[in-house]
C-alpha cells in the first residue's frame, strides 16, 4: 500500500505515531519538498489550519545533503529562512534511528525546535515537531511534482 499525504491529514495521533514507529529513516532528501503542517491531527482541525499555515507561514524545506543543512521556505514568498542541522540520529519519540532537523546552533528564532523525519513512502517523509523537548505536531514532505514548483500551483490539501 502506498501512502499518500491525504491520508496523512486524515489520520490521528495514535495512527501518525505508528506509522513513525514502524518507518525507515530512509535517505536525507536533497533539494525543495514541499511540506504540510499536522496540527490537531485527527480533527475538523488539521486541514484549515494546513491551508493557512501553508498560505501564510510554511511550504516546505530545501534540503542540501552533501552540506548537512537545510532551509525552510517561508510565506506565500516562497523565502528561504531559518537554517538547521540535517543528520541521521535517535529519535525522541522511540530511540530508534531518523534524520534529525536540529535548528538549535543555527537559528536564534528555532533555538528550541527540532524536528525529526522518516520516510513512509516513494518521496514522502512524515515529520514530527518538538519545541523545548515536548511534541507539538506532525508534518509532511514531499518531492514536487512537476507543475508544483515555487510560484506554481500548488496541490489542493482540502480533499
Known sequence: MTLSEAELLTADEDRLGELFRTSPPGDIP???MEGTAIICAGTGAT???AALV???VWRGKVFDRTGGYL???LSS???LAILATVAPGPSRLDGEE???IDYSRTSLVARGVRDEIRQVGPDLYLGVIWLLGAKVGWFSLRKPQAGTGPGEKQPNTST
Open 30 to 32: 536533497d533539494g525543495p
Open 54 to 56: 501553508r498560505l501564510a
Open 77 to 79: 514568498l516562497d523565502a
Open 71 to 73: 532551509s525552510n521556505r
Open 98 to 100: 531518523c534524520i534529525v
Open 47 to 49: 486541514r484549515p489550519i
